[in-house]
């Protein structure tokens, strides 16, 4: 069965968007020493202001959304990608610090009900909700909703009860703010650019 398109890839030094659906995946090649790493986002918006600030091509990072949880497609892609490229590829995934966003990171690196886990490594940079609040950050209030909001895993027990009543979006960064928080993030794991091509 074939699945519709919910997600895009942005390739980096081509500049070009690929819409991924089931079909787009069993089509895919990836281009011999494009790149070496991929961004999940789970928000497309971010997608422009990291284009536009050269950041895919400052280091060689493919940018991955499915507007959210991640898509059947999207993750055989990550599977398609760390198997066949050849090369040492490094994947990220970033998220809002909410209960949802703790589960896409989740969803995506592990086994569902309909899915097993990834077969590559998926490095989460955040944001968690103990770096938001000592950053400073905006605090929204959650609308409770009577049932527990599930969390991942890894989520502290203290934040797991803090995420039932409040969140931080990425959004509340400023534009620079983002730009310098994911940076610093991504030079953490960065080896520079790839001396085999």
């Known amino acids: 069965m074939y699945r519709d398109e919910r997600g895009t890839l942005y390739h980096p030094h081509c500049g070009e968007d690929i819409s991924i659906g089931t079909i787009a995946v069993e089509n895919y090649h990836k281009l011999a020493w ?3 790493k991929v961004l999940y986002i789970e928000k497309e918006g971010f997608f ?5 600030k050269k950041i895919p091509e400052k ?20 599977d398609a990608i760390g198997e066949n490229s050849g090369e040492e590829i490094t ?3 970033i998220h809002d610090a909410d209960a949802y966003g703790t589960t896409i990171y989740d969803t995506l690196q592990n086994e ?5 886990g990834r077969k590559v490594k ?6 968690d909700p103990e770096e938001a609040v000592a950053m400073g950050l905006e605090i929204e209030k959650v609308v409770k909703s009577g049932r527990k909001k599930g969390v991942a895993s890894y989520v502290d027990p203290v934040w797991e009860k803090w995420l039932q009543e409040c969140r931080v979006e990425l959004n509340a960064m400023s534009t620079p703010q983002f730009l310098a928080w994911l940076e610093g993030k991504i030079q ?3 080896k520079g650019k790839d001396t085999a091509r």
Do not use: H, Q, W
């Not at 569902?112 to 097993?116: D, E, K, L, S």
């Not at 998926?122 to 944001?127: A, D, F, P, R």
């Open 48 to 52: 422009n202001v990291l284009k536009e």
């Open 59 to 78: 280091y060689d990072m493919a940018l991955l959304t499915s507007k959210g949880y991640a898509s059947r497609a999207v993750k055989d892609l990550l």
């Open 91 to 93: 994947f990220f995934c």
């Open 34 to 36: 494009t790149f070496n």
């Open 112 to 116: 569902t009900g309909a899915r097993p």
């Open 122 to 127: 998926i490095i989460n940079l955040g944001l």
């Open 188 to 190: 953490l794991y960065d």
